[in-house]
T-cell receptor
């Protein structure tokens, strides 16, 4: 089976940096994904790490350490619009069809 | 945005009635998924399809059935709705070789 742990909530001010950690336990591993979801909206894909290291996409970066079963999403230069929930997810390599298991989500609240 | 629609977007029904939710895509993606989202539980997979007429159960499949008779449509049926099935339901799509899933706008279902 697959299980993922991430903090339930993080609060920060505009311009700050936030790191959302995700630890996972899986029977196999293809990669770690991150999704963003604003209140009332649908989840949208942010990033995917299949190999160890840091992937940077603008103000957001994602890191993976396969040996530690750990990854994080780094949000830099926080803006009010970054207030949202962020989910990590792993793919089940033993299932057909890009099946994902999601963590419980981290709610990020950005304050002025 | 990926062409995914869900219908209805909102529904209120009574315990014991059958309910069918529809997911329609115009992207010709092979994989389709149904999730439910409840506070404190993140996104949980109900059923998914890895091809026409090929479906499999997710982690919370009890009380739900699905059908996929053509590429573009994936139906989720609650044979006899219960109050515990009050939730927001998201459909998602993906394709071989993609690392991401694209989500529909969601359906808010209330079972009284």
């Amino acid at each position: 089976g697959q299980s993922l742990e991430q903090p339930s909530e993080v609060t920060a001010v505009e311009g700050a940096i936030v790191q959302i950690n995700c630890t996972y336990q899986t029977s196999g591993f293809y990669g770690l994904s991150w999704y963003q979801q604003h209140d009332g909206g649908a989840p949208t894909f942010l990033s995917y790490n299949a190999l160890d290291g840091l992937e940077e996409t603008g103000r957001f970066s994602s890191f993976l350490s396969r040996s530690d079963s750990y990854g994080y999403l780094l949000l830099q230069e926080l803006q009010m619009k970054d207030s949202a929930s962020y989910f990590c997810a792993v793919r089940d390599p033993q299932a057909a069809g890009n099946k994902l298991t999601f963590g419980g989500g981290t709610r990020v609240l950005v304050k002025p | 945005d990926a062409g995914i629609t869900q219908s209805p977007r909102h529904k209120v029904t009574e315990t014991g009635t059958p309910v069918t939710l529809r997911c329609h895509q115009t992207e010709n993606h092979r994989y389709m998924y149904w999730y439910r989202q409840d506070p404190g539980h993140g996104l949980r997979l109900i059923h998914y399809s890895y091809g026409v007429k090929d479906t499999d159960k997710g982690e919370v499949s009890d009380g739900y059935s699905v059908s996929r008779s053509k590429t573009e449509d994936f139906l989720l049926t609650l044979e006899s709705a219960t109050s515990s099935q009050t939730s927001v339901y998201f459909c998602a799509i993906s394709d071989p070789g993609l690392s991401e899933q694209f989500f529909g706008p969601g359906t808010r279902l209330t079972v009284l």
